[in-house]
């Protein structure tokens, strides 16, 4: 069974700083897809961004970045220029493509703090 | 207007009742999920179907059903609910050929 781990369950960074936040997964497949949802206090999921496993560019999506090691099974999130709107629950999800058992399996996530 | 709604937004109910959660989706994704959270627990999946035709369990299915009426609705019930259901429930779709799940903007249950 895949399993992902975010090993950090809080975190606080101050406004303009740049912050990581880790997250690594167990899987025998060589082909699936990562993603980083943000959940801030109105509960509502949104997709920060996501990566394919077979593509060895790292993505991005304006001010986060993503450092995807996959020999290590690593995916981690960098976010820059914190902005106090990025005070939030961020989950780590991993998908196998159309396995047709569990498509998508969460982390327990990190609850970051921004710091004015 | 968004794109995945869920009603009801927020709902109180007592031990042993019959509820259902609605989701209405208007992406045109063949692909509908019911996630729940519980704090500190992520999201856990509870059904999903990959067209009208198609349910299939996921890995906390047991006290709960669902039923998908059409391509763009899919809801969720509780025949007999119980405390410990008592959670965030989040629906989501995705498309056939795509693999990014959209969510809606949750249902806060809470049974008594």
């Known amino acids: 069974a895949q399993t992902v781990t975010q090993s950090q369950p809080e975190m606080s960074v101050q406004e303009a700083e740049t912050v990581t936040l880790s997250c690594t997964y167990d899987t025998s497949e060589s082909n699936y897809y990562l993603f980083w949802y943000k959940q801030p206090p109105s509960r509502q999921m949104i997709l920060v961004i996501r990566q394919e496993a077979y593509k060895q560019q790292n993505a991005t999506e304006n001010r986060f970045s993503v450092n995807f090691q996959k020999a290590a099974k690593s995916f981690s999130l960098k976010i820059s220029d914190s902005q106090l709107g990025d005070t939030a629950m961020y989950f780590c999800a991993f998908m196998i493509p159309d396995s047709g058992n569990t498509p998508l399996v969460f982390g327990k996530g990190t609850r970051l703090s921004v710091i004015a | ?112």
């Open chain 2, 1 to 112: 207007d968004a794109d995945v709604t869920q009603t009801p937004r927020n709902r109180i109910t007592k031990t042993g009742k019959r509820i259902m959660l609605e989701c209405s989706q208007t992406k045109g994704h063949d692909r509908m999920y019911w996630y729940r959270q519980d704090p500190g627990l992520g999201l856990q999946l509870i059904y999903y179907s990959f067209d009208v035709k198609d349910i299939n369990k996921g890995e906390i299915s047991d006290g709960y059903s669902v039923s998908r009426q059409a391509q763009a609705k899919f809801s969720l019930s509780l025949e007999s609910a119980i405390p410990n259901q008592t959670a965030l429930y989040f629906c989501a779709t995705s498309a056939r050929q795509g693999n990014t799940q959209y969510f809606g903007p949750g249902t806060r249950l809470t049974v008594l």
